[in-house]
């Protein structure tokens, strides 16, 4: 692409739908009142008590209020969709917005099974859509400059990474909220914060081949469990080993280590209002260097590099690839939960 036409898609944003405004939503809209990619042109969310306080949110003030998925997806000038809503949702609610024609943003996980996310990225591939995916821990600049540094074998051989991403905040939601139900989030720690965890270890090693797993509630009322300790294996010999804890204040840490050195990443803060990173490198024969990266708004950066992608700037940085293998290690870690097992993990095909 030219760079006159470039310039000309920039100065046009994407017009955007959010679907579901919970928790999450409100963040996501929040976020894309601040952008020059991105527009937010109107809001569906089912639940009407929601609605009747949506009135006074000023985030929404020039937004269209909806009640109906179908409605929205009739409106014209309606580019693409972003998800906050229900993971059993997923599937069809992309297959109905990419069959309208509309790009799809979806938050994580992005399908509970291997064969929901296979169809729904099929027919996104079929109508030529754009798909997107609430992985903002890709976007962190600590982690890309990581990436950057370990396919340039800067660490060597990686042999190991160990990550935490826990919390306590489904405390203040109600006892009947979904994302405390076995129905619509199983394994709760996993489809809450773990699975940003999956997705960064896939990102580094590639589709893991088998996993063990184990899930208990001990901190919490919650019937989808509180505490999660995960072991991804990958081909060649590589471990990934992940914490997701829903009843102990707020951790967020990454680790990798290679034969020539490792490197740490830990939130200060959750990355709702994130605060900056404290980095820890240590080199074999070297001493080792503490540094700090200050905030960065990855949930934006993630929003926008799907509507880059959209108006043809730039390839969506996480593949099809990518997205089918988070999915399928998720399916085999929740099965592995329940078997007690090591579960192998389905080829990302």
């Not at 939503?25 to 929601?50: F, M, R």
């Not at 909806?66 to 014209?76: C, E, I, Q, R, Y």
């Not at 296979?118 to 030529?128: D, G, T």
């Not at 160990?162 to 139900?181: H, I």
């Amino acid at each position: 692409m030219d760079s006159s036409a470039m310039q000309s898609s920039t100065q046009q944003p994407v017009k955007v739908g959010l679907v579901g405004y919970g928790w999450w939503g409100k963040i996501i809209a929040k976020q894309i009142a601040t952008s020059k990619h991105l527009t937010l042109v109107a809001v569906v969310e089912v639940d009407e008590s929601l609605r009747q306080q949506m009135g006074s949110d000023a985030v929404l003030k020039a937004v269209q209020v909806l009640s109906s998925f179908d409605a929205f997806l009739k409106m014209t000038e309606l580019e693409a969709v972003i998800l906050c809503t229900p993971h059993l949702q997923h599937a069809d609610q992309i297959v109905h917005a990419v069959q309208a024609g509309k790009h799809v943003f979806c938050e994580k996980p992005l399908c509970l099974t291997f064969s929901d996310a296979q169809r729904a990225i099929q027919s996104c591939m079929q109508h030529k859509r754009v798909l997107g995916i609430g992985h903002e821990r890709r976007f962190e600049p600590s982690v890309i400059a990581l990436r950057k540094e370990i396919e340039a074998g800067v660490f060597g051989t990686i042999l190991q990474i160990e990550a935490n991403f826990s919390q306590d905040k489904f405390f203040a939601l109600p006892k009947d909220n979904w994302r405390l139900s076995n129905k619509h989030a199983p394994v709760g720690p996993l489809t809450a914060t773990g699975i940003h965890l999956v997705d960064l270890a896939i990102a580094v090693l590639g589709p893991a081949e088998s996993v063990w797993a184990r899930l208990a509630t001990r901190g919490s009322y919650f019937e989808n469990g509180d505490t999660l300790g995960i072991m991804l294996a990958f081909p060649g010999g590589a471990n990934a080993l992940i914490s997701a804890m829903l009843a102990t204040p707020f951790e967020g840490r990454f680790a990798v280590y290679g034969s020539k050195g490792w490197f740490e990443i830990r939130d200060r803060k959750h990355p709702e209002n994130p605060a900056g990173w404290d980095i820890k490198r240590v080199m074999q024969g070297q001493e080792p260097v503490t540094s700090f990266a200050d905030q960065s708004p990855t949930v934006l950066a993630n929003l926008e590099a799907f509507a880059m992608a959209i108006r043809g700037e730039q390839a969506y940085p996480v593949t099809h690839t990518e997205m089918l293998a988070n999915v399928a290690a998720l399916e085999a870690i929740m099965k592995s939960v329940v078997s007690k097992n090591i579960e192998p993990i389905s080829a990302p095909v």
